[in-house]
Nanobody, 124 residues
Framework: QGQLVESGGGLMQTGDSLRLSCTPSGRAFTMYSIGWFRQAPGKEREIVAALTWDGRETFRTTSVKGRFSISRDNAKNVVYLQVNNLEPEDTGIYYC?????????????????WGQGTQVTVSS
């Protein structure tokens, strides 16, 4: 039923900014919710941000202290995660995931499809 592809990761330095992209592949997604997760080395995967298809509901974890924001481009059917003022603690694999539930989901088990992840490495 389709596939999600993340892009935009790489090797960064403290204070850098980047934008990660989540692009559906294989079919056109219409009404859905997208979540961004990350997994630091040796730690459990955690929710970062989420957004419903119409943009009326959003979620952002407080741990990033306002440095992250989620948005979507409806015309291109792409969901973005903007990351500002990167810190070494942001290092990890970032995943996007899709669910067809009608509202915001913040648990891994709520999501039906996952991308392969994109690596973000932040050095001091």
């Amino acid at each position: 039923q389709g596939q999600l592809v993340e892009s935009g990761g790489g090797l960064m330095q403290t204070g850098d900014s980047l934008r990660l992209s989540c692009t559906p592949s294989g079919r056109a997604f219409t009404m859905y919710s997208i979540g961004w997760f990350r997994q630091a080395p040796g730690k459990e995967r955690e929710i970062v941000a989420a957004l419903t298809w119409d943009g009326r509901e959003t979620f952002r974890t407080t741990s990033v202290k306002g440095r992250f924001s989620i948005s979507r481009d409806n015309a291109k059917n792409v969901v973005y995660l903007q990351v500002n003022n990167l810190e070494p603690e942001d290092t990890g694999i970032y995943y996007c995931a899709l669910t067809y539930r009608g509202g915001i989901a913040t648990s891994q088990g709520d999501y039906d499809y996952w991308g392969q992840g994109t690596q973000v490495t932040v050095s001091s």
